[in-house]
């Protein structure tokens, strides 16, 4: 069974760091971009970062770009983000995300990991 | 942010629709729309990709289409457990690889 598990969350100061994990069971994890996407209290879903496999392609959204740094280590089955000036507005529920890929694309998230929450605060 | 209907309801055995309206840029660039369901406190689960596609164990009540720059969800004969909240995804290219619908949450009445 595919199972995500994050861990690391917790709550900051304004301008601190975090170091997020998430731990990949059940498939073979060097085949598989990763992302984070997070959701802030009461709001919508935000796409966050993406990793391809063998790290060789990082995605950041606009709102994090210079700030959060995604890597992984695959031999450990793990997919980190490094989060930098820390800001109120980067409180969420941070989830991880694997990657799915029709016979096409690889554009979709198919297993989600249950969250970690990220409370920033002064 | 693509734009979603903040809400959608409907009874039992009807039919809802939800749209999510993008750009030449995401949605109406390419065909990489994906539909995913999220129930309170609980994870997001995807339930449509490629703009119509359902993976394996997702019922065929759920079904979706494009037309130009707006994608579109249609859960026919509603059930009770559909109540949730529904975010719309599209690739957006490089400079803006992912972007996410604001969310709409359908009622059943």
């Known amino acids: 069974e595919v199972q995500l598990v994050e861990s690391g969350g917790g709550l900051v100061k304004t301008g601190g760091s975090l170091r997020l994990s998430c731990t990949a069971f059940?498939?073979?994890?060097?085949?598989?971009?990763m992302n984070w996407v997070r959701q802030a209290p009461g709001k919508g879903l935000e796409w966050v970062s993406s990793?391809?496999?063998?790290?060789?392609?990082?995605y950041y959204a606009d709102s994090v770009q210079g700030r959060f740094t995604i890597s992984r280590d695959n031999a450990k089955n793990l997919v980190y983000l490094q989060m930098d000036s820390l800001r109120a507005e980067d409180t969420a529920v941070y989830y991880c995300?694997?990657?799915?890929?029709?016979?096409?694309?690889?554009?979709?998230?198919?297993?989600w990991g249950q969250g970690t929450q990220v409370t920033v605060s002064s | 942010v693509l734009t979603q209907p903040p809400s959608a309801s409907g009874s039992p055995g009807q039919s809802v629709t939800i749209s999510c309206t993008g750009t030449?840029?995401?949605?109406?660039?390419?065909?990489?729309v994906s539909w995913y369901q999220q129930h309170p406190g609980k994870a997001p689960k995807l339930i449509i990709y490629?703009?119509?596609q359902r993976p394996s164990g997702v019922p065929d009540r759920f079904s979706g289409s494009k037309s130009g720059n707006t994608a579109s969800l249609t859960v026919s004969g509603l059930q009770a457990e559909d109540a949730a909240d529904y975010y719309c995804?599209?690739?957006?290219?490089?400079?803006?690889?992912?972007?996410f619908g604001s969310g709409t949450t359908v009622t059943v009445l």
């Open positions: 995300a694997r990657t799915y890929c029709s016979t096409t694309a690889c554009y979709y998230f198919d297993s």
């Open positions: 030449s840029s995401d949605v109406g660039g390419y065909n990489y």
């Open positions: 995804k599209s690739y957006g290219g490089k400079n803006n690889f992912y972007v």
């Open positions: 990793l391809s496999s063998l790290s060789s392609h990082k």
């Open positions: 059940g498939f073979n994890f060097n085949d598989y971009s």
């Open positions: 490629e703009v119509s």
